[in-house]
Nanobody
Framework: QVQLVESGGVLVQPGGSLRLSCAASGSIFSNSVMGWYRKAPGKQRELVTT?????????ADSVKGRFTISRDNAKNTVYVYLQMNSLKPEDTAVYYC?????????WGQGTQVTVSS
């Protein structure tokens, strides 16, 4: 069983920066693909970014150049971070951490990011 816990979501002004964190523990393996997704009000959940075990990254066009994903494979926990810069009101959403492999697909509970003046 895999458990994911996100943190870092707050209210931030447009143009500001924010760093989200996710701790994935349990039957998590360093070769899992980690990712961040988000769901805005009235919209479907969408992919923000993913990072593979070897560090290959993938970003949605809407966040390229502004967001950066990184990961740290500790002994029993995988930490995933999302650095968000130049935030826009349209980035407002609940952000979810995801971990997946051939044997599991796990989600965190989500953390709210609100970009507003």
């Amino acid at each position: 069983q895999v458990q994911l816990v996100e943190s870092g979501g707050v209210l931030v002004q447009p143009g500001g920066s924010l760093r989200l964190s996710c701790a994935a523990s349990g039957s998590i393996f360093s070769n899992s693909v980690m990712g961040w997704y988000r769901k805005a009000p009235g919209k479907q959940r969408e992919l923000v970014t993913t990072i593979s075990s070897c560090g290959n990254t993938n970003y949605a066009d809407s966040v390229k150049g502004r967001f950066t994903i990184s990961r740290d494979n500790a002994k029993n926990t995988v930490y995933v971070y999302l650095q968000m810069n130049s935030l826009k009101p349209e980035d407002t959403a609940v952000y979810y951490c995801n971990a997946r492999s051939l044997t599991f697909n796990a989600w965190g509970q989500g953390t709210q990011v609100t970009v507003s003046s």
